[in-house]
């Protein structure tokens, strides 16, 4: 079954920890949000964010294989990033984030890489945006350049507020200025709906859901 762009979710997030839901909550979230958009006929592309990507796989692989008996190569794709060594680059010197130059030129490996994974989805949710640095808890700066990515591609746009960290700063630009984003105010009540912060996990991906749909 060939991927249609309007079905297609990537799942942007990286979390080291998941603010108010906790980590168990939070990794239960991420889990069945995966296999609640499977089951509705979506199909998922993710990057393996450290802390989110493990457990949206985890969601696919338990419904594709208990559940619908389908073939994973249909329903799931992951794109790992490379790994780094210290200094951020590659083996032989490449900068992922630029200023090292390859043949004579700058070459932002991470920007390309993200480029070809997002140019393949209609919609992109994004899940908390934290990473360890150091000894310290930092916002994952990563998440915003997947959104402007995201957001250059026309996908659409799907911050979870509630999950806090950057998605809640995404959340929060797409709610204040709500009629540059979309023509209609269709979506927005379920928009507000994702940055409550009492809302259940459940009622979240309900909300994800229909926002989701209006895409098809």
């Not at 802390?51 to 949206?56: A, R």
């Not at 985890?58 to 559940?67: K, N, P, R, S, V």
């Not at 979870?160 to 979506?187: C, H, M, P, Q, T």
């Amino acid at each position: 079954m060939p991927f249609d762009k309007r079905k297609n979710v990537f799942i942007s997030g990286s979390a080291y920890e998941y603010g108010r839901f906790g980590e168990d909550n939070g990794r239960h979230f991420i889990r069945d949000l995966s296999k609640t958009l499977l089951k509705n006929g979506f199909k998922i592309i993710s990057g393996f964010g450290s802390g989110v990507g493990n457990y949206v796989i985890e969601g696919a692989l338990h419904c594709i294989y208990l559940e619908q008996k389908d073939k994973v190569t249909d329903q799931l794709k992951v794109y790992p990033f490379p790994s780094m060594n210290g200094e951020n680059t590659l083996n032989g010197g490449i900068n992922l984030y630029g200023g090292t130059t390859l043949n004579g030129q700058a070459d932002n490996i991470h920007t390309h890489y993200r480029d070809d994974i997002i140019s393949q989805a209609g919609i992109a949710i994004f899940l908390f945006g934290n990473k360890l640095t150091d000894i310290s808890v930092r916002e994952a700066d990563g998440m915003r350049e997947e959104f402007e990515i995201a957001k250059s591609h026309k996908a659409l746009l799907i911050p979870v507020g509630a999950s806090g960290y950057i998605s809640e700063k995404l959340w929060n630009d797409i709610v204040a200025r709500y009629d540059e984003y979309f023509d209609s105010r269709k979506k927005f009540e379920w928009y507000e709906s994702l940055g409550n912060p009492a809302a259940r996990p459940d009622e979240l991906i309900d909300a994800i859901l229909k926002i989701a749909h209006t895409n098809e």
